[in-house]
């Protein structure tokens, strides 16, 4: 379920339990597909996400951590960007503040992909930039909607 958090526009994702997941193919005709990078620590949850949105069509690029989201961010310009909050290095928050400094990255989508769950986290991550908020473990169909939601 998609519940409006009524502030900002942050869409929250929250995890209702398990479902069967069959991802729909997008119909991008000719054109490209949506560049979507993913960052997390995490490997078999950027493994996970990557796989649910290459299979809906997507391009999706990964990173480890904020600092090498951010590198891959000033080198290609993403349609939607999924990150992590609690990472070495540089986490979630501080990679949303840095990506919106950038004028290329004022009105690109951003996503908190976390086990964060409390109001205050989420007030943060809304002062800092995020666009959403989707609480892990995710349910696949309900990440396809957000993204379908933001990026089309």
Same mark, same amino acid.
């Given at each position: 379920m998609i519940v409006p958090t009524g502030t900002a526009g942050l869409v929250e994702a929250v995890h209702m339990g398990p479902c069967v997941f069959q991802p729909e193919s997008l119909?991008?005709?000719n054109a490209m597909p949506k560049k979507i990078l993913t960052v997390d620590d995490?490997?078999?949850i950027r493994q996970m996400v990557s796989f649910t949105l290459k299979s809906a069509g997507y391009d999706v690029a990964e990173a480890v951590d904020g600092n090498a989201g951010l590198? /891959? *961010?000033q080198g290609t310009q993403f349609?939607?960007?999924l990150t992590?909050?609690?990472m070495p290095g540089m986490d979630g928050l501080t990679?949303?503040?840095s990506l919106r400094k950038q004028p290329s990255y004022n009105a690109t989508p951003i996503l908190m992909l976390?086990?964060?769950?409390s109001d205050q986290m /989420? *007030?943060?991550g809304r002062a800092a930039g995020a666009s959403g908020w989707l609480v892990k473990p995710f349910d696949p169909q309900k990440l396809l909607d957000v993204v379908k939601r933001l990026v089309g």
């Open positions: 119909d991008s005709g995490s490997a078999s590198s /891959k *961010a349609d939607l960007v992590d909050q609690n990679l949303i503040r976390t086990t964060e769950s /989420k *007030a943060l």
